[in-house]
Structures are given as structure tokens and as C-alpha cells.
């Protein structure tokens, strides 16, 4: 039969690295080029067909902004996964992004998926973080990584596909 399974999945992040883009091409294959920054967090919800069970994740999109920041580990305590988005184009966003990973690892659950986000690859000529760079750190560091962009709809469903199938054996 087919099962439905909830995973609670976490998106952290900078300031306009692409967090609630990212939710919005998942749940509601949009796109807006003038996307409000997020207040405190948003919660969105989206199913998966991942191989006979079908994933429900329940979205916690976080505010990148500095002063939310004590609000996060209410959203990812608790997470089956994360997904921590930089954006290729802004080295601060990539500094930011192992910011939360370290968070994650000395605060969060041992058990939650973690995922690292390169968003904006559809913004190559721009790029300022290298693919390998990204790669080595997120192979070092045991996450799963991917580019992403929310404009072009490049990996999005992927990175959940990916993580839904990774939670299935926990
Ligand atoms: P906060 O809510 O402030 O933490 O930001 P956020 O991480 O949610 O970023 P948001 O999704 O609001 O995106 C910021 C800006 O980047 C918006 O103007 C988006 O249109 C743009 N953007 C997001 N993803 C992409 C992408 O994949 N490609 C391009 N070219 N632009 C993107
Ligand atoms: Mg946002």
C-alpha cells in the first residue's frame, strides 16, 4: 500500500540567498523576481512520491535576517533534515551557510539530514563560490550537496527527491 510519511525539513540561510524561492518553485512551481525577505519563519507543506511511499514535508522557511537567529533552533530541533542555501554568487552567503552547518552539528539533532543549497546556478557569469569548493567543504563535512536555482527550477524537486529517499532509511 502506499504509506504517507510526515518529515519536518528545515531551510536555513543568508538574507536573500534564495530560502523562500526555493519553497515557492517546491510547493507552488513559481518563481517572483522580487520576493519579500522573510519575517520570523513560514511554514508551507508539499508531498513527494519518493519510490512506494509518499513524503509529506512540513516546511519550516526561515528569516536569513540576524535578528531572527534565535528563533532557529525552534525549527530545527526536531527536523528530519535541513537544507542550509547559499547563493554561488555571494562568498558571504557560502560563509554564512558553514556558519549553520557548525550550528547544526554542535545544536541540532545527530539524526537530521543536512543538505547544502547553491542556489542561483542559473547565474553563472556571476559566480563567485566554485562548485569543487562547495563540494570539498560538503564532502568533509558529510552533507549532501547540490546547485540549485529557483528561477530555472535546476535540482529544486531533486534536493527534496534526494533527502525523502535519505530519511526513508532512518
Ligand atoms: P530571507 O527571507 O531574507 O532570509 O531571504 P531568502 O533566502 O528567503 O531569499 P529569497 O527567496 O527572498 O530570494 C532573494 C532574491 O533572490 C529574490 O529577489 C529572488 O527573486 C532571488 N532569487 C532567489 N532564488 C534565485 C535563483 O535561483 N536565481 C536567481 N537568479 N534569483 C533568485
Ligand atoms: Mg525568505
Redesign the pocket.
Known amino acids: 500500500g502506499n504509506k504517507i510519511r510526515n518529515a519536518k525539513l528545515v ?1 536555513l ?13 517546491f510547493v507552488k512551481g513559481q ?9 520570523g519563519a513560514a511554514f508551507f507543506s508539499q508531498t513527494l512520491a519518493v519510490n512506494d511511499e509518499t513524503v509529506k514535508f512540513e516546511i519550516w ?5 540576524e535578528r531572527y537567529h534565535s528563533l532557529a533552533p525552534m525549527y530545527y530541533r526536531g527536523a528530519a533534515a535541513a537544507i542550509v ?1 547559499y ?1 554561488i554568487t555571494n562568498p558571504a552567503s557560502f560563509t554564512r551557510a558553514k556558519k549553520w552547518v557548525q550550528e547544526l552539528q554542535a545544536q541540532g539533532n545527530q539524526n537530521t539530514i543536512v543538505a547544502l543549497a547553491g ?5 553563472l557569469d556571476a559566480r563567485q563560490v566554485p562548485a569543487e569548493e562547495a563540494k570539498a567543504y560538503a564532502q568533509e563535512n558529510g552533507l549532501f550537496f547540490m546547485e ?5 527550477a535546476i535540482n529544486v524537486n531533486d534536493i527534496f527527491y534526494e533527502i525523502g529517499e535519505m530519511s526513508t532509511i532512518l
Open positions: 531551510l540561510g543568508d538574507v536573500g540567498a534564495g530560502k523562500s524561492s526555493l519553497v515557492l518553485r518563481f517572483v523576481e522580487f520576493q519579500e525577505s522573510t519575517i522557511d526561515t528569516a536569513g535576517q542555501v547563493d542556489n542561483k546556478a542559473d547565474m540549485t536555482s529557483a528561477k530555472t
